[in-house]
DNA sequence: TAGTGGTCTAGACCACGGC
DNA sequence: CCGTGGTCTAGACCACTAC
């Protein structure tokens, strides 16, 4: 099933959830780790190294690995669907899409969605919710080869990502975010049910396939009183970076 | 000096950036890799193992690897240091105290900063930023351990990353990122020259040392018409995670 | 079916850290 | 000094892809 160096991986994360390695404390050898799982030292340094870059333990040349944190950071699953991302924190996730249509791809749509400009392509505007609770306003355009998947979908269906992944075996593999702020707008404010002028979490994404196709891209609009996102960095993984804006 | 696997991400890298592959298309295989650069096959997949994560090519078993972007994401350096990022892009970083002071640690700064609460640590109200504009607003607090070095520092030094590394050795290496929006306060609205309610862009993060130690932790204020975050993710560095408000 | 990446082994040497 | 992690090798087998 899953490869040895993962399930060490896991028993490991399992471990120092259990606080039986606490923070601040040293992990067992490689060597030790190797004999005590009965394989070499590469796989045990495969998994350890899935810790490293997740910030749960840190290296340094010629000491012990140290435990830095306990809290695992969210899976890569449930950052990229809402559904989820709830389910993980025991919330119900809601959806319901407001307004669906079909339009030309603008010079924007089509260099994001790598598609040629006036090919037809889907809007969905959708209003997602925890626990019937507003939170998110999603404004979406599908690329065209994907639409004709996404537009027979009820309006009130709570994982988008799922339906997709059932229905034709997608996976969404990689991402961009763009995060900023914004003042909310009128629709805004009505369809989140906050003043106008309050302050919302902008998140502009692309979701491409594993193999790098544009599958799809978003303005997300969050309540900041409600979401916000946390990011961890570690010398292995440095996925953040701030940008100036264009 | 540097590692043969680095040198090698590094020939990659640059060659990705010259288009000399260019997006879309394939890696050699490691087999070729591994003899072109006259090493063994492991050390190639140590080499493509960080392009992965940084989200540059993309991998699936039975296939060659795939190039998925040229332009490279900010290096942790930049994320970690303003004035780094500031010069990366050929902008010049400013900073002015505006207040420094020593209070007594809160419970709160006590968890952060994981010292005693009551022990004197030192607040930091500094404005930044780019050529001569306002851009961001810091509240910092300094564990008391580092509090000694920071106070001497002149009230407009560009760059608080470069003065602590030169002083004292210290390299920030570890952090955690809490990322929301905000409206502008007056204080907030006066300093960065915005209106009273504009949405901001903030960030509240911890910095450690490399063995884990919190050294700092801010509450960072930017203004969204000048500054915005990305993020990329790949299935390799799962590093953003969205959270709900406590 | 041949090629390729994913996994794993069993060694080796070096640089750094802690005692 | 000895233990430890960082690096590297030269092989092996398997699962999956592309043709």
Not at 64 to 76: D, E, G, I
Not at 147 to 163: G, H, K, M
Not at 226 to 238: C, E, G, L, P, Q
């Amino acid at each position: 099933m899953a490869a040895r160096h993962e399930e060490i991986a896991d028993e490991l994360r399992r471990a120092i959830d259990r606080e039986e390695y606490t923070v601040g404390s040293r992990l067992p050898a490689e060597t030790d780790l190797a004999a005590h799982y009965g394989v070499s030292r590469g796989t045990v340094r495969q998994a350890v190294a899935a810790l490293t870059a997740e910030g749960l333990i840190g290296s340094r040349q010629g000491a012990r690995r140290v435990v830095l944190a306990s809290r695992r950071s969210q899976s890569f699953a449930e950052l990229r669907s809402f559904a989820q991302w709830a389910r993980a924190m025991g919330r119900e996730a809601t959806g319901q899409v407001i307004a669906q249509e079909y339009r030309p791809a603008t010079a924007e749509d089509a260099v994001r969605l790598q598609l040629r400009a006036g090919t037809p392509v889907l809007h969905v505007l959708r209003v997602r919710g925890l626990d019937g609770e507003p939170v998110l306003l999603e404004r979406t355009v599908y690329a065209d080869w994907i639409s004709p998947a996404v537009e027979p979908i009820e309006p009130d269906c709570p994982s988008v990502t799922q339906r997709l992944y059932d229905d034709t075996g997608l996976v969404f593999a990689y991402g961009e975010h763009v995060i900023d702020a914004v003042a909310a707008g009128a629709q805004d404010a009505d369809l989140l049910s906050v003043r106008r002028t309050s302050p919302l979490l902008r998140v502009r994404r692309v979701t491409t396939t594993r193999e790098g196709r544009p599958v799809e891209w978003s303005d997300d609009r969050y309540r900041s009183d409600a979401v916000s996102f946390s990011v961890h960095n570690s010398m292995d993984s440095n996925a953040l970076a701030r940008k100036t804006a264009e």
